[in-house]
């Protein structure tokens, strides 16, 4: 049997269905294909994660929070064995005092001539110099108590109460899950589709779950070996079940027929 189109004879009927079988399932596949080339992995971050480390030398008295325990600003974590410390800032001030009231007596006494200009200016460097000295001693006892620098949660603890720890020991590590962030790596030849504002769709392994993501941030620079560029999106769905270090599928539409 053969096709016909306005009385001309064109193919058999078995090959025309043929042909259109094969066109059909070669559509497909590149659909299909299209439609796997827009997926890739990501991983949940925390927009501020850092390690909180001790400044000075000194013994650890209390440790208010525990692993996974939420804190405020400037709320304090740990606080640290200060006596010395205080007991220096208190000497300082008490030499501040006497070298106010020498320089006082020498003014006095400079009115009536009885001592040089000399020792009047070097008495006031005496305060100047005291003054400096309250003002130095005043830094350890300030570091004394290690406060929160934003809400957020203990990630992990490094010390236990009564430990000493030198200057530039790790203390803790914290990060502030307020805002979760997704990481992605996509392939150069998305950069037509995906820009900033970009919006596309997570899926969440360990929820199980798909969440509205935003891309907010975009690398400087693609990666001359993989071929790919470094991405940040922020989650759009609130989710108090999602945690930094969580990882899923993230799905964007593009096209990539060539224009």
């Known amino acids: 049997m053969f ?3 306005n009385r001309v ?6 090959a025309f269905y043929s042909i259109f079988v094969i066109v059909f399932l070669l559509s497909s596949w590149v659909e299909a294909q299209e439609r796997s080339s827009s997926i890739t992995r990501g991983l949940l971050v925390a927009r501020t994660e850092t390690t909180l480390s001790s400044q000075q030398s000194a013994r650890i008295e209390r440790i208010s929070v525990k692993d996974g325990d939420r804190f405020k600003r400037n709320q304090t974590l740990i606080e640290f064995d200060c006596r010395l410390y205080q007991a220096q800032l208190n000497k300082a001030k008490a030499q501040l005092q006497a070298a106010k009231k020498t320089f006082a007596a020498n003014l006095q006494l400079q009115g009536f001539q009885a001592i040089s200009q000399l020792e009047v200016a070097v008495s006031e460097a005496e305060v100047a110099k005291a003054e400096a000295d309250v003002e130095l001693s005043k830094v350890p006892v300030s570091l004394c108590k290690v406060k929160a620098p934003f809400n957020g949660r203990v990630v992990k603890l490094h010390v236990a109460p009564y430990a000493t720890v030198p200057p530039g020991e790790p203390l803790m590590d914290i990060l502030d899950d307020s805002q979760l962030e997704i990481r992605l790596h ?12 970009t919006q596309f769709k997570v899926g969440i392994d360990e929820t ?6 935003k891309v907010t941030r975009m690398g ?4 001359p070996v993989s071929q790919t560029l470094s991405i940040i999106a922020a989650i759009v769905d609130k989710d108090k079940h999602l945690l930094a270090g969580m990882s899923g ?3 964007f539409k593009i096209s990539l027929k060539k224009r």
Request: hydrophobic share 55%; aromatic share 8%.
């Open 9 to 14: 004879f064109i193919i058999p009927v078995k």
């Open 249 to 251: 599928v993230a799905r």
């Open 208 to 213: 199980g779950r798909t969440y509205r993501a």
């Open 186 to 197: 996509i392939p150069s030849t998305w950069l037509l589709s995906v820009r900033i504002g």
């Open 3 to 5: 096709l016909m189109i």
């Open 220 to 223: 400087a620079k693609v990666d």
